[in-house]
């Protein structure tokens, strides 16, 4: 049996909707199909994810973590990261969930199945909130760190609680990208300061790309960062009349000063652009 797109599709949405009892179920229907003695196999995993789901169950704040919830980079992104499943925690998405290169990422079990692990932890926000607070206490000095390579803010409640942890972690210059227009907004309206150590890019391919004009005013956000579909032929930056900062797809080698996309007062406003992989 193929574990495929379409059945993580359906544990993702269960994901996304807290449902615990019926994750368990759908996989212990699906684990007698896959070799669980295969290290790192789909099966191995999914025993894995199990054991996890009864153990948070029973005492959300100490279930021990099957994966990393916070992640240190690689050689493409060489920060500290948080993810969560791409789709059923955007609520911004639109057409980009024809392209989202999230989805890439779910041929790795241990990928899918820890964005699993985060989405169900954005219901526990108290145990996201102490794994950032003890970061910020270890890397003591200046760290960058992305608040979402997968996953979006889903609701008013999830932006408030990051904005809010934010701004407890000064030793971390967070970014990010973001499709929630409307949450922004609506903080924004409320009179909410924003945590000065969060850059926001405006990522379009949403529902919502008409709210840009005012998403721009926010104090938070650098600017846009544009995913462009490119013919066969032609070069990236051709595709615009402007002139716009092309980004090399490896986040921490962009510029000799740091990351482009981090960056509020080399590239506020600038467009910074990706071709679309």
């Known amino acids: 049996m193929t574990f495929d797109n379409k059945i993580k599709m359906q544990l993702a ?33 999914i025993q894995k994810f199990i054991k996890f789901l009864y153990d948070y169950i029973e005492n959300p704040m100490e279930a021990k973590l099957p994966y990393k919830m916070l992640k240190k980079g690689n050689i493409k992104l060489p920060f500290y990261s948080f993810s969560t499943l791409p789709i059923v925690t955007c609520m911004g998405s639109g057409d980009c969930e024809n392209w989202c290169y999230s989805f890439k990422a779910w041929r790795y079990p241990s990928s899918f199945f820890r964005q699993c692990q985060n989405t169900l932890l954005m219901f526990n926000f108290e145990r996201i909130r102490k794994e950032m607070l003890k970061l910020n206490s270890k890397v003591k000095v200046k760290t960058e760190f992305r608040l979402y390579v997968d996953g979006d803010f889903n609701t008013l409640t999830d932006l408030v609680h990051w904005m809010d942890v934010l701004k407890k972690c000064n030793n971390l210059n967070a970014y990010g990208y973001s499709k929630s227009f409307p949450l922004f ?13 969060y850059t926001l890019n405006l990522s379009n391919g949403g529902k919502y790309d008409f709210l840009t004009e005012e998403m721009k005013k926010l104090s938070i956000t650098r600017g846009r960062f544009y995913a462009v579909k490119v013919p066969k032929g032609k070069k990236l930056r051709d595709m615009f009349e402007h002139k716009v900062f092309q980004c090399p797809i490896k986040c921490g080698s962009c510029t000799r000063i740091g990351h482009a996309c981090g960056n509020k007062d080399v590239f506020q406003g600038k467009d910074i652009v990706i071709a679309m992989h």
């Open 185 to 197: 907004l609506e903080l924004n309206d409320k009179g909410y300061e924003f945590p000065s150590n």
């Open 13 to 45: 949405q269960m994901c996304g909707q807290n449902n615990l009892f019926g994750l368990i179920e759908r996989l212990e229907n699906l684990l007698p199909k896959f070799d669980v003695t295969i290290k790192n196999g789909n099966g191995y995993h």
